[in-house]
C-alpha cells in the first residue's frame, strides 16, 4: 500500500521541478544543483564560483539546510542574491521548496542559480529540483569506497568533483580506484579533482560552468 503513495509524491514532486525548469528556461538561467556529504565543502565550491563569476555571469543562490542561515549569510556577504530554505528536519531539498525560492529571486538578473542541497549523500539524489545539471561533491576524508555504499546520487551526477585534494598527502584516498567505482556505475560523468582552500583545480570546474551557461543562453535565444 506504501509504494502508490511514494510514486504519488514523486510525480508531484516531478510535475513541480517541471514548472521550475520551464521559468528558469524563460530566463535562460543555468541551474546547478550541488549535493554532498555534510562539510565535503559545497558552501566553499559555491563562494569560490560567485568569486570567480563576479564579472562574467550574474549568480544567484539558494541555500538549503534542515536549520540556521549561516550559509545563506557567507553567499550574501560575497554580494550574491540569496534564499536560505530551512526544512526543519527534513534531508533534502523538493520542488516545491525551489519553486517558493524562485519567486524571491530576481530572475530577470541571473545568469546562473547554485542550489546547495541539504548535507545529505542519499535522499537529495532522488528529488529533482528543476536544475539542468547536477553536481555531486565527494571529498577525500570521506572515503574512496562511497560510490559502493551510495551508488544512486553517482549514477545521477553529471560532474563528480573530488573535494579537498590539498589533504591526498596524509589520507590513505586512492584516487584511481575513487575514479573507477565512479565510471563502473556512470559512464558518462565528469569527474574533477579540486581543492577548494587552495584553489588547485578550481579552473577547470569554471571552464564547464562558462560553458554549460554559455549552452543554455544559446537554446533561449
Ligand atoms: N582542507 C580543505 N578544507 C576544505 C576544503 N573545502 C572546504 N573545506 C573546509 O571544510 C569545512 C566544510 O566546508 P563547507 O563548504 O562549509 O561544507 P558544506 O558541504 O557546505 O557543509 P554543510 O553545508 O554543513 O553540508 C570548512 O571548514 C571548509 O573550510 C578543501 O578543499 N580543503
Ligand atoms: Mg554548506
Known sequence: MKIPVLRNILS????????NRERLEEHGILA???MSSPGAGKTSLILQTINHFKSKARVAV?????ASQIDADKVSQQGAPVVQINTDGGCHLEANMTASALDNLPLEQMDL???ENVGNLIC??????GEDKKVTLLSTPEGDDKPYKYPTIFVESDVVLVNKIDLLPYLDFNLEAFKKAVTGLNDKVKILQVSCKTGEGLEAWFSWVEREIGKKKKRHR
Not at 537529495?124 to 529540483?129: D, V
Open 12 to 19: 508531484a514532486n516531478d510535475a513541480i521541478a517541471r514548472r
Open 32 to 34: 546547478i544543483n550541488i
Open 62 to 66: 539558494i541555500e538549503g539546510d534542515v
Open 113 to 115: 542559480l547554485l542550489i
Open 124 to 129: 537529495p539524489a532522488g528529488f529533482a529540483l
